[in-house]
């Protein structure tokens, strides 16, 4: 690949329910502390999620924050921690080149169920809709926000992906940085999801909302007391760079992205498809120049609905049976980030470059024997040694399938 | 309510539309844009929330006189005399 093309994570800037910045993050994914907790939604008993707790104050006035969204605020939070971390020299960067992309799996329906409440409260008198409901719903208001919090002047967007979308924001960061299209992109994926009753309301309805006694134990991937999805809001954002311009300031270089890959099942609305997420996993691997062999760790989407994870499972023992790949998932500690997903699961695995371990999957006590991986790391983090690539698996609804693969990088 | 009670209840709307600003100081004489930020979505926020507060309708024309504290007060009196306290 011609050096122009080679694409580099420089900067990184997340919001978890068990972390508000990588360190943090990354700690708690090692502890096996869980950042899920009871939760209270609008007409609905209470129901499990998991709940970022962050200084949204940090970059926003507290008007800007009323005038904006939950997702704007955790864009515009990820996003100035990237960029602080990233170690531009922000107010040097020309921001007509800077361009702003971020994967949602919806975005909207808080403000809409919001306001929805709030004319009920009027006898459904329309003139009490807030003049605030369209610059909050149009599908750009992530990065939308994130360009005019930090003068952004270049190209943004956002990606509706479903729950593949945070590998998506990271896929055309890429290929917009190889485009010429900007020379520093701000990408990742968002989500403020649990604050529509909606997608509670929905998982209910389809059995796949989740519930446990103890919250920390809700999540369950792989395990035969699963009993579906915990919603969790979040963001994962970071500073790309094509590695020429990367090298040229001396950054420092997280990992470099060096495949990346997306299909479709075109075959349910909802039940995934292991043959098409099988075939999108070794996309990536082609695209990257390697084979499954050359894997450490896996980093499973499993969201701890039964059908997800069998298939997902099949779809994994297809590629990877009989290679060394460690595989963890990430919801089980956290829920279900949905937009955010795919980024906070690749960012919390990227200190294994530098650490060398693979965090767990964890509430795995009673394997699922439809799904049983051989080297899944169960419940306590695993010892590798040495780890040089990992690759990021991340599905969504109407069958959408995303894989980034990452790999240290080395003059 | 009383003229009072109308200035109290905008600037109870002023505080929560413009979080960061501090009000103590407030001129009823000077215009609210020169004293604070303040935005054309801002000024409809005023409208909404004595919409929704007080059930007082402004039509668009009259915006002009919600410029300054004591131009908004004088217009609302009128509007708002038969309005419980309470609102």
Same mark, same amino acid.
């Given at each position: 690949?011609?050096?122009?093309?080679?694409?580099?994570?420089?900067?990184?800037?997340?919001?978890?329910?068990?972390?508000?910045?990588?360190?943090?993050?990354?700690?708690?994914?090692?502890?096996?502390?869980?950042?899920?907790?009871?939760?209270?939604?609008?007409?609905? %008993? %209470?129901?499990?999620?998991?709940?970022?707790?962050?200084?949204?104050?940090?970059?926003?006035?507290?008007?800007?924050?009323?005038?904006?969204?939950? =997702?704007?605020?955790?864009?515009?939070?990820?996003?100035?921690?990237?960029?602080?971390?990233?170690?531009?020299?922000?107010?040097?960067?020309?921001?007509?080149?800077?361009?702003?992309?971020?994967?949602?799996?919806?975005?909207?329906?808080?403000?809409?169920?919001?306001?929805?409440?709030?004319?009920?409260?009027?006898?459904?008198?329309?003139?009490?809709?807030?003049?605030?409901?369209?610059?909050?719903?149009?599908?750009?208001?992530?990065?939308?926000?994130?360009?005019?919090?930090?003068?952004?002047?270049?190209?943004?967007?956002?990606?509706?992906?479903?729950?593949?979308?945070?590998?998506?924001?990271?896929?055309?960061?890429?290929?917009?940085?190889?485009?010429?299209?900007?020379?520093?992109?701000?990408?990742?994926?968002?989500?403020?999801?649990?604050?529509?009753?909606?997608?509670?309301?929905?998982?209910?309805?389809?059995?796949?909302?989740?519930?446990?006694?103890?919250?920390?134990?809700? +999540?369950?991937?792989?395990?035969?007391?699963?009993?579906?999805?915990?919603?969790?809001?979040?963001?994962?954002? +970071?500073?790309?760079?094509?590695?020429?311009?990367?090298?040229?300031?001396?950054?420092?270089?997280? @990992?470099?992205?060096?495949?990346?890959?997306?299909?479709?099942?075109?075959?349910?609305?909802?039940?995934?498809?292991?043959?098409?997420?099988?075939?999108?996993?070794?996309?990536?691997?082609?695209?990257?120049?390697?084979?499954?062999?050359?894997?450490?760790?896996?980093?499973?989407?499993?969201?701890?609905?039964?059908?997800?994870?069998?298939?997902?499972?099949?779809?994994?023992?297809?590629?990877?049976?009989?290679? %060394?790949?460690?595989?963890?998932?990430?919801?089980?500690?956290?829920?279900?980030?949905?937009?955010?997903?795919?980024?906070?699961?690749?960012?919390?695995?990227?200190?294994?470059?530098?650490?060398?371990? =693979?965090?767990?999957?964890?509430?795995?006590?009673?394997?699922?024997?439809?799904?049983?991986?051989?080297?899944?790391? @169960?419940?306590?983090?695993?010892?590798?040694?040495?780890?040089?690539?990992?690759?990021?698996?991340?599905?969504?609804?109407?069958?959408?399938?995303?894989?980034?693969?990452?790999?240290?990088?080395?003059? | &309510?009383?003229?009072?009670?109308?200035?109290?209840?905008?600037?109870?709307?002023?505080?929560?539309?413009?979080?960061?600003?501090?009000?103590?100081?407030?001129?009823?004489?000077?215009?609210?844009?020169?004293? &604070?930020?303040?935005?054309?979505?801002?000024?409809?926020?005023?409208? &909404?929330?004595?919409?929704?507060?007080?059930?007082? *309708?402004?039509?668009?024309?009259?915006?002009?006189?919600?410029?300054? &504290? *004591?131009?908004?007060?004088?217009?609302?009196?009128?509007?708002?005399?038969?309005?419980?306290?309470?609102?």
């Amino acid at each position: 690949m011609a050096l122009d093309d080679r694409i580099v994570i420089t900067g990184i800037g997340l919001a978890s329910p068990n972390g508000n910045n990588l360190a943090e993050f990354r700690q708690n994914l090692l502890d096996g502390k869980s950042g899920v907790v009871d939760y209270e939604t609008r007409y609905m %008993p %209470p129901v499990l999620a998991g709940v970022c707790n962050f200084d949204e104050l940090r970059y926003q006035k507290r008007k800007e924050v009323r005038r904006g969204t939950r =997702a704007g605020s955790i864009a515009v939070y990820c996003s100035n921690e990237a960029v602080a971390d990233s170690g531009l020299n922000w107010d040097s960067v020309p921001k007509d080149r800077v361009g702003v992309y971020l994967g949602i799996t919806e975005h909207g329906n808080v403000e809409t169920e919001n306001e929805i409440y709030e004319i009920s409260q009027f006898d459904y008198d329309t003139k009490v809709w807030s003049h605030h409901h369209n610059p909050r719903t149009v599908a750009n208001n992530p990065a939308g926000e994130v360009t005019l919090n930090l003068g952004v002047t270049g190209p943004h967007l956002t990606i509706g992906a479903a729950c593949a979308a945070g590998n998506a924001g990271f896929i055309q960061a890429a290929q917009m940085l190889r485009l010429g299209e900007c020379d520093v992109a701000i990408a990742g994926g968002v989500s403020e999801s649990i604050h529509t009753f909606g997608i509670f309301a929905s998982f209910q309805s389809q059995g796949a909302l989740a519930n446990h006694e103890d919250p920390t134990k809700a +999540c369950r991937p792989f395990d035969t007391q699963r009993n579906g999805i915990v919603v969790a809001e979040g963001g994962g954002i +970071c500073t790309v760079e094509r590695l020429t311009d990367a090298l040229a300031r001396g950054a420092t270089i997280y @990992a470099e992205i060096i495949g990346h890959a997306m299909n479709s099942d075109a075959s349910d609305f909802v039940l995934p498809n292991s043959t098409r997420q099988a075939e999108c996993v070794r996309l990536a691997l082609s695209r990257a120049g390697i084979s499954a062999g050359d894997v450490d760790i896996v980093s499973s989407h499993a969201t701890a609905t039964e059908q997800g994870d069998i298939e997902e499972a099949k779809a994994l023992k297809a590629v990877f049976d009989g290679t %060394p790949a460690a595989i963890n998932n990430t919801k089980s500690f956290i829920g279900h980030a949905m937009g955010a997903a795919g980024a906070l699961e690749l960012l919390g695995n990227l200190p294994s470059f530098d650490d060398g371990m =693979a965090h767990a999957t964890i509430n795995l006590e009673n394997p699922d024997t439809r799904c049983v991986l051989p080297n899944l790391v @169960a419940n306590e983090p695993r010892n590798m040694g040495e780890v040089n690539c990992i690759l990021n698996n991340s599905f969504g609804m109407l069958g959408i399938n995303s894989v980034v693969i990452v790999k240290t990088y080395r003059s | &309510m009383t003229g009072v009670e109308i200035r109290q209840a905008v600037l109870e709307i002023l505080e929560r539309i413009a979080p960061d600003e501090d009000l103590s100081d407030l001129d009823d004489a000077v215009a609210f844009r020169e004293q &604070m930020e303040l935005d054309s979505m801002d000024f409809l926020d005023i409208v &909404m929330e004595l919409r929704k507060g007080y059930r007082v *309708q402004i039509p668009e024309e009259d915006y002009h006189n919600l410029n300054t &504290m *004591q131009s908004t007060v004088d217009y609302l009196t009128p509007k708002m005399k038969d309005v419980p306290v309470a609102g």
